[in-house]
């Protein structure tokens, strides 16, 4: 079988030619094949996202050619897992999605599309909205800063009166700093996107939901937000925080029809850049857990994992924190 982008990095690896280009490429870069070990089971293609922009599309094209005689073949076999989406799934339901523009956010967004949801799809990046809307025709976009309450208000006005399903998804990393180095900066900034503005939207969709005794809201947690060796001192206090909000949620508003439930990721091929000044105590101190992250996945591997507590096929499920996290909170 011939190697092509969407092969595995496993796959790869165990090909004599394709193993010798890719230890040969992360040579340059005085990498080992050991570095790629949480990420075997993702297409050599997801390196160009995870790489945060230092590896463009060429780096992964000249690979194929050179593992095929100067050839890209034709990629027609998938490798690998495959999304399934649920035709119908979301018919007749309007979702609002946050952090919708790239990454997961995008990846969920897209999915509840396709499956017939009507989604109001929020970010901060107007651009990369548009190119959302490009792709997928009948999505509505609110381009705003979800901190700011006018924002949040018009989120809901272009909802309508009518709100099923909230999958708050938008939020940033910090800079790994522990308590005693945590800048206000940087812990109002990351409280105010990854905390407050999920509880303001909460907030704000709740008594609609209440009035019509139905609706699904999913929180993204964190795999920090079920330990503390995962991230830094603002982020994982983010994190917990929004656990607590979804269980104190769950709890009250269960017997009125409304299901809460959070995803905690753990290692994601997202490319979401880092803060450009990361604490060297906190990276120092954090490093050895994360290099143990057993699988990295991708944007659609969380979206799957989200659209299924967000939907009524988790009819039954409320206050439940789902590690989709490779195993990584059982190690």
């Known amino acids: 079988m011939a190697l092509t982008a969407n092969s595995s990095i496993g796959d790869w690896l165990a090909d004599p030619t394709g193993g010798d280009l890719i230890r040969g490429l992360l040579a340059q870069s005085g990498a080992s094949a050991d570095s790629l070990t949480p990420v075997l089971g993702l297409p050599l293609q997801q390196l160009v996202v995870m790489s945060q922009g230092a590896m463009p599309q060429s780096v992964v094209d000249d690979l194929v050619r050179a593992a095929n005689g100067g050839e890209i073949p034709e990629d027609t076999t998938p490798t690998g897992w495959t999304e399934q989406t649920t035709p119908g799934r979301f018919a007749g339901k309007t979702v609002i999605v946050t952090g919708a523009a790239s990454g997961i956010g995008r990846a969920t967004a897209s999915r509840i599309s396709r499956e017939g949801g009507r989604v109001i799809a929020c970010d901060i ?51 790994f700093s522990p308590a005693g180095e945590t800048p206000d900066a940087v812990w109002d900034r990351v409280i105010a996107i990854n905390l407050t503005a999920p509880f303001k939207l909460m907030r704000a969709v709740l008594p609609i939901m209440e009035a019509a005794r139905r609706g699904s809201i999913l929180n993204v947690s964190s795999e920090a937000g079920l330990r503390g060796n995962a991230s830094g001192n603002a982020y994982t206090a983010s994190k917990h925080g929004i656990i607590g909000v979804t269980k104190s949620a769950a709890f009250m508003y269960g017997p009125k029809g409304i299901r809460v439930n959070s995803v905690a990721p753990g290692g994601v091929a997202t490319g979401i850049p880092m803060p450009p000044h990361m604490s060297e105590y906190g990276s120092g101190r954090l490093a050895s857990f994360q290099q143990a992250i057993p699988t990295v996945a991708t944007a659609e591997h969380l979206a799957a994992s989200i659209t299924f507590l967000l939907s009524d096929d988790a009819v039954n499920i409320n206050g439940a924190i789902l590690a989709s996290d490779g195993g990584w909170s059982v190690q």
Do not use: M, S
Request: hydrophobic share 50%.
């Open 125 to 175: 990046a107007a651009d990369k909205l548009d190119a959302l809307a490009a792709d997928l025709p009948g999505i509505v976009t609110v381009a705003g800063d979800l901190t700011q309450q006018d924002a949040i208000d018009r989120v809901v006005a272009a909802a309508g009166d009518r709100i099923d399903g909230l999958a708050n998804v938008a939020g940033i990393n910090d800079d």
